[in-house]
C-alpha cells in the first residue's frame, strides 16, 4: 500500500545501521540519506559513483572497494567455467562494434585459481556456494583478508560504528541551485560546442569504456535472471 508504506527518513530513523552490498547505483542517494540521518554506513565505494562523492567532502569511515573470499570456499574451477559461458551469452547480445570495447572481467583472466577473489565478481551461484560455509569456518578465512572486518565487528559490538559528517562542501555541489546552474551551463557549452567533432558522440564513447571497463564487469549482470 502506497499510502502506508514508511518513508526512507522512517525507516532510516528506525535502524541501528545501513548496509549497502550493491554492485551498482545511479546517483549514490542510499550514501547521502545515510548521512542525512546520522546513521552508520557499511558499504561498497563503487567506482561509478565514489569519485564524486569524495569530491563532494564525504568521508565514509566503514566503506570498502572488495570484499575478499578464499577460492578453497567454493567450487573456482566450475565457478570460471559458469563465469565463461556466461560472459560469451552475453557478448553475444552486445552490437559488433560494442565488443571490441569489453576488457575480459578479472576472474577469467587467469586460467590458474587465484588464492582469493572478490565477492562481488562471482556469479550467484558461487555467492550462496560461500553463503553456505558454516561462519566459523568462513569468518576466520575472510577476515584474515579484509582487517577492517575486525575493525567494524569490534565497532559493532559496543555500538561505536561511526558516521559520516554532512561536509560544508557539499552544498555547493548539491541541491536544487547546484543543479540548475550546472545545467545552464552545459546547455551553454553545447551551444557553443566547436565544429571539431560531435560533443555528443564523443560522451557517448566515453560513458561505453566506462560501462565495459573491467571494474563495472559483474557476473551478476550478465544474466538477465540476477
Known amino acids: 500500500d502506497e499510502t502506508r508504506k514508511p518513508s526512507v ?3 532510516l530513523a528506525a535502524s541501528e545501521a545501513v548496509l549497502l552490498t550493491s554492485i551498482q547505483e545511479g546517483f549514490g542517494l542510499p550514501y547521502l540519506e545515510a548521512a542525512t540521518a546520522r546513521r552508520p554506513l557499511i558499504a561498497r565505494l563503487l567506482p561509478n559513483i565514489a569519485p564524486d562523492l569524495d569530491t563532494f567532502g ?6 570498502y572497494a572488495e570484499l575478499l573470499v578464499p577460492t578453497v570456499l567454493f567450487d573456482w574451477k566450475r565457478e570460471r567455467a559458469r563465469q565463461e559461458r556466461f560472459f560469451r551469452e552475453w557478448l553475444r547480445l552486445l552490437p559488433h562494434t560494442l565488443r571490441r570495447q569489453v576488457v575480459k572481467p578479472i576472474a577469467l583472466a587467469s586460467v590458474q585459481p587465484p588464492s582469493a577473489v572478490p565477492f562481488s565478481r562471482l556469479t550467484l551461484t558461487a555467492q550462496l556456494e560461500i553463503l553456505t560455509v558454516p561462519v566459523k569456518e568462513s569468518w576466520p578465512a575472510c ?6 572486518l575486525k575493525t567494524w565487528r569490534r565497532r559493532a559490538r559496543i555500538g561505536k560504528l561511526r558516521t559520516t559528517p554532512w561536509p560544508r562542501t557539499a552544498d555547493q555541489w548539491l541541491g536544487p541551485t547546484a543543479y540548475a546552474r550546472r545545467f545552464v551551463r552545459l546547455l551553454h557549452a553545447r551551444q557553443h560546442a566547436s565544429a571539431e567533432g560531435n560533443p555528443a558522440l564523443s560522451t557517448q564513447r566515453d560513458l561505453l569504456a566506462k560501462t565495459f571497463a573491467t571494474a563495472n564487469q559483474y557476473p551478476l549482470l550478465w544474466r538477465l535472471r540476477t
Open 9 to 11: 527518513p522512517e525507516l
Open 58 to 63: 564525504f568521508r565514509f569511515p566503514q566503506a
Open 143 to 148: 577476515a584474515a583478508l579484509n582487517p577492517f
